[in-house]
């Protein structure tokens, strides 16, 4: 099982890198591996390169298991687990348009985002890796949101396992695409008249 969930988290990766929702070095995804222990991407490594053994093991209280230094984030993703012990997965990506249209557009709210019964939340502006960040993240989901939006930064996607996660940040990145492009097309149908 163990095993198995850190190959997904690596497919996860790469999936998320081809998608264009992380570059080479930035974004990182975590899993539950039991009740106190979850496995996290690596800080520094290329995120499409990732093999099982490049995984960090961690447990709830910071606690270093094995593996390599973990991402930057861990302290985010260790407070979405203690507030939440259903949330099995969490997948933080660098989407492009969601992060700087937030606040200025709404989101267009599509099957696909009903499906889930997922609305974004958004947190301001925080430095990363910063424990107040982490917080707001901890607040927000404490608080039932399984979609966030940090602005100007990120989307953070918790589900029930990695790739409802993906799907989430995925989701509320292309409704903010689409948003914009019908406020495009709406700007420049104006202009032609």
């Given at each position: 099982?163990?095993?198995?969930?850190?190959?997904?988290?690596?497919?996860v990766?790469?999936y998320?890198?081809?998608?264009?929702?992380?570059s080479?070095?930035?974004?990182?995804?975590?899993?539950?591996?039991?009740?106190?222990?979850?496995?996290?991407?690596?800080?520094?490594?290329p995120?499409f390169?990732?093999r099982p053994?490049?995984?960090?093991?961690?447990r709830?209280s910071?606690e270093?298991?094995?593996?390599?230094k973990?991402?930057?984030?861990?302290?985010?993703h260790?407070?979405?687990?203690?507030?939440?012990?259903?949330?099995?997965?969490?997948?933080?990506?660098?989407?492009?348009?969601?992060?700087?249209l937030?606040?200025?557009?709404?989101?267009?709210i599509?099957?696909?985002?009903?499906?889930?019964?997922?609305?974004?939340?958004y947190?301001?502006?925080?430095?990363p890796?910063?424990?107040?960040?982490?917080?707001a993240?901890?607040?927000?989901?404490?608080?039932?949101?399984?979609?966030?939006?940090?602005?100007?930064?990120?989307l953070?996607?918790?589900?029930?396992?990695?790739?409802?996660?993906?799907?989430?940040?995925?989701?509320?990145?292309?409704?903010?695409?689409?948003?914009?492009?019908?406020?495009?097309?709406?700007?420049?149908?104006?202009?032609?008249d």
């Amino acid at each position: 099982m163990e095993s198995r969930l850190l190959e997904e988290l690596c497919e996860v990766m790469r999936y998320a890198y081809v998608r264009g929702l992380i570059s080479a070095l930035t974004g990182n995804a975590s899993v539950r591996l039991g009740p106190d222990q979850i496995a996290i991407t690596p800080t520094g490594k290329p995120k499409f390169l990732l093999r099982p053994e490049d995984i960090s093991i961690v447990r709830l209280s910071g606690e270093a298991v094995r593996g390599p230094k973990p991402s930057s984030e861990v302290v985010m993703h260790l407070e979405i687990y203690r507030v939440c012990g259903s949330c099995s997965a969490v997948v933080h990506v660098h989407g492009v348009v969601a992060p700087v249209l937030a606040g200025m557009v709404e989101p267009y709210i599509d099957s696909e985002l009903k499906v889930y019964g997922a609305s974004p939340c958004y947190v301001d502006e925080l430095p990363p890796s910063s424990r107040e960040l982490a917080e707001a993240v901890r607040v927000a989901v404490a608080g039932g949101c399984r979609v966030i939006v940090l602005r100007n930064h990120g989307l953070v996607g918790v589900g029930r396992n990695l790739w409802e996660a993906l799907e989430l940040v995925e989701a509320v990145e292309n409704s903010f695409k689409r948003s914009l492009a019908l406020y495009l097309v709406k700007t420049c149908g104006r202009s032609k008249d």
